[in-house]
């Protein structure tokens, strides 16, 4: 293996092929996640600052939680929700290792929604890549807890009644410093979000529509078919105002406590009313207005939400346990064990 801190000294002279396992990719033809394992390894490539085998992701289960397989770097095939957790242990030992969770809209936001929540509020500094199909793809189809209402699947065949939870809605909520979304089907937007969730320090969410072509094809289209994205999709660029459409003639104001859609083209006027993107914003209130957008009302956004900077948890705990050791000393591991004994037996009579 390379030296890393050698690499450290001078620039990373990576390709994509550096990381690429070289295992059957075992998808079916035609699934987003190879769009997404693609655009992963070539952004690591271009953008890491560590050696390759500081890089480690860690997943869950679920067809995207394959991952690790497939990428030519340390990982952990976990159990069912709990790669957060896993993750988390591991950053906190190795603070020196770049962390990803690579999880789905099953795995992340049902059985492992608590274990995503607390990552989130802990600031751990990992980059969460949560892979958004809207159905449950590896056990053949069932709904998923961001299908939409009505969704006829294998568990549902009379259409779901569930109310489908928002994961970038449910990042506000956990104060996430960094979030943000992407889609499979356009490579530079989700190579550049990628990057950009690589180089935050704190926890990074990403939420990655992608098209699962079996069991929910073209769930999405209707918002990022390349027919409909000009008018559907918003796309957030931090410093310049909120505005869409083919001609670039629709805007967004705030209305109350929430957003309305401004024709520019009729009311130039407005111009001056509308939303300017900032992802720097403190407050966590403005990217859960953003959040709250969905198609068909208002255009969905995609892009970074949010991004901003507090300690760390993994930074934090190490400067705890070091100014503990310089306090009391290391630990006698055999005194802590073996200081106070107690014997267990029948009570002295009296």
Known sequence: MTD???LAQGPLHYTKDDFVSGQDVRWCPGCGDYAILSVMQKTIADHTTTSRENHVFISGIGCSSRFPYYMNTYGFHTIHGRAPSIATGLKCVRPDLTVWVITGDGDGLSIGG?????ALRRNIDLNIILINNEIYGLTKGQ???TSKQGKVAKSTPEGSIDYPINPLCTAIAAEATFIARTVDSDPRHMGATLAKAMKHKGVSFVEIYQNCII????THMPIVGRENRDD???YLEHGKPLIFGKNKDKGIKVSGFGTEIVDLATHPEEAKNLIVHNENEASPNYAYLLTQMAYPEMPVPFGVFRSIEKPTYDDMLTAQVEASIEKKGKGDLKKLLYEEVWTVGEAEKK
């Open 4 to 6: 890393s801190a050698t």
């Open 114 to 118: 608590n274990h995503l929540i607390h």
């Open 143 to 145: 709904y998923s807890p």
């Open 215 to 218: 069991f929910n094809k073209d």
């Open 232 to 234: 559907r999709a918003l």
